[in-house]
């Protein structure tokens, strides 16, 4: 019979342990840190005009970039608020798709992503003046 010999098992060195840990956290603070291009994909789609009506030129929406991230400029023709000047509203990016304005504003609503170039807009005016309801499929060009 064969007698099995004894074999050592080298253990790891301190030094490449500690090289190992430090490692792992430098690369995950960079992926942590590095920026998601997810969303700035996302936010160069919603960005232009978007009609309601193709017959109609005076019931389009526009939408640009803010000042921070994730915020644009909504610009409400004056045709769907029923007045005879249109509204700025600041929308805020809530979830992927969907954006809501700011609080504080006297026009509140959602502009939500349904399909490719397809969004809808729901918004609500309350003033002492007047009160709308704001429902609108909208289309890219």
Known sequence: MIKPKARTVAAPSPLRIALAVTLTVVVSLVLL?????????????????????KNDPALDYAI????????????????????KAGE???????????????KGSILRGSFTVTGPRRAEFKAMENTK??????DQLLERP
């Open 64 to 83: 640009a970039a803010g000042t921070a991230p994730g915020a644009f400029v909504l610009t409400v023709p004056a045709k769907a608020l029923g007045g």
């Open 88 to 102: 700025t509203v600041i929308l805020q990016r809530t979830s992927a798709g969907r954006f809501e304005t700011v």
């Open 129 to 134: 003046q007047s009160f709308h309801i704001i």
């Open 33 to 53: 840190v590095a920026p998601r291009p997810s969303h700035a994909a996302g936010d160069t789609e919603i960005l232009g005009r978007w009609i309601s009506d």
